[in-house]
């Protein structure tokens, strides 16, 4: 009877098997067809991308500034009032090196003199700008969702819109390449809600390459520092009422920026230091990363080949980061080379600056787009938006 009772149940048995292996495959299947069509049309992922785990000898030498010890002797010196001193500082105000001088004009043309009350308290505002702005020069990596408040809303303010904390919809930040020549992207650069441009460039004849309308003018302090020297500080090749923001390069500098400050209409702005900063470790990590993969010798090798105290960003990176702060999402024209093409499309210039490493920038930029949780020091706080580069 239990034999019997065995060959009836083998059925049975059989047939809840053959069930439960055919409903295995139907999940299988299903979950398959899930995931294609999340691929396909990009419905959310169930695994975040990682973050990679840093190299830290390059973390640590990318945070040190070799030129830190001769800055601040050098601010040092300033704010005791000693602009041509006999040390290695002498050289921002009176060499050959840099063509600059003291000879200071105010807002209307007119030489300021050493001793007069006008530059008495061009002095104490000289030396208040210039303090503050050396005491917060360090590393704080959650400064990029700072620079909505501290840019966006500055400008906003002054173009008579309600302040508010939302991002511009869309930037373009236009380089200044060669490359630019051989494309027809000035419908595309004008059409975003935003347009930054870069050091003074030229955009008059070029705008069916270049575009015409400007929103923000980014520059460095030389830059000002040329024009500052003009009748009236004029620094606004894109109109009175567009506002500039400029990165300091040297100390000295804020003298310029206070004299034009008061004849602006426009925001003039000067980034934060400690934006400055991460701009420099952020890059600094790139040219060390790329040295030590291309050349095979030790990181501390890195600054003979660099100018070690001089290496800096180029405008045009800080130009993109400072976008990333205050945009949705971001274009990028005008970045990059060609054999064929000048180096700006605006000059004869062929030839880079030997303390810009654009190589590394270029691999920077490929992260951003590509893969941003590459990308150190940036605060995981901080979402970087979509960016699209225009070849």
């Known amino acids: 009877m239990y034999y019997s009772m065995k060959r009836t149940l083998r059925p049975f048995y059989s047939i809840l098997l053959l069930l439960a292996v055919a409903g295995t495959l139907t999940i299988r299947v299903v979950l398959h067809q899930n995931r294609s069509f999340q691929l396909k049309y990009g419905g959310p992922s169930l695994q975040n991308p990682q973050k990679p785990v840093f190299n830290a000898t390059l973390l640590r030498y990318a945070a040190i500034d070799i030129g830190e010890p001769a800055l601040k002797q050098e601010i040092e010196g300033l704010l005791e009032g000693n602009f041509r001193n006999r040390g290695r500082q002498r050289s921002f105000l009176s060499s050959g090196k840099y063509h600059i001088d003291v000879r200071l004009r105010s807002a209307r043309g007119t030489p300021l003199q050493l001793r007069s009350p006008e530059?008495?308290?061009?002095?104490?505002?000289?030396?208040?700008?210039?303090?503050?702005?050396?005491?917060?020069?360090?590393?704080?990596?959650?400064?990029?969702?700072d620079?909505?408040?501290?840019?966006?809303?500055?400008i906003d303010e002054y173009n008579g819109k309600k302040s508010s904390r939302g991002k511009y919809q869309s930037c373009a930040v236009v380089g200044n390449s060669g490359i630019l020549l051989n494309k027809n992207y000035g419908k595309l650069i004008d059409s975003h809600e935003a347009v930054i441009r870069l050091n003074n460039a030229r955009i008059a004849s070029f705008e069916r390459n270049v575009g015409a309308k400007t929103s923000i003018s980014f520059v460095n302090s030389n830059i000002l520092h040329l024009c500052?020297?003009?009748?009236?500080?004029?620094?606004?090749?894109?109109?009175?009422?567009?506002?500039?923001?400029?990165?300091?390069?040297?100390?000295a500098h804020f003298l310029d920026y206070?004299?034009?400050?008061?004849?602006?209409?426009?925001?003039?702005i000067v980034t934060d230091p400690r934006f400055d900063v991460l701009c420099a470790r952020v890059i600094k990590y790139y040219s060390l990363k790329r040295f030590v993969e291309r050349t095979g010798k030790n990181v501390g090798d890195w600054g003979p080949a660099h100018e070690g105290a001089n290496f800096h960003y180029s405008s045009g990176m800080q130009a993109v980061m400072l976008a990333l702060g205050i945009c949705d999402k971001v274009s990028v024209f005008g970045f990059g080379k060609s054999t064929s093409a000048r180096h700006h499309y605006h000059t004869n210039q062929k030839s880079e600056l030997s303390l810009h490493d654009y190589e590394a920038e270029y691999e920077f930029y490929q992260d951003l787009m590509e893969q941003p949780q590459a990308i150190p020091f940036i605060s995981d706080k901080f979402k970087i938006p979509p960016i699209v580069m225009y070849h």
């Open 119 to 145: 530059f008495y308290r061009l002095w104490l505002s000289f030396r208040r700008y210039l303090g503050d702005w050396s005491r917060n020069r360090r590393f704080h990596s959650d400064i990029m969702s």
């Open 147 to 154: 620079l909505g408040d501290k840019v966006k809303v500055l």
């Open 228 to 251: 500052a020297r003009r009748e009236g500080c004029f620094c606004h090749p894109y109109g009175m009422n567009v506002p500039i923001i400029m990165y300091i390069c040297q100390p």
């Open 258 to 268: 206070l004299v034009c400050n008061s004849s602006h209409k426009a925001p003039l």
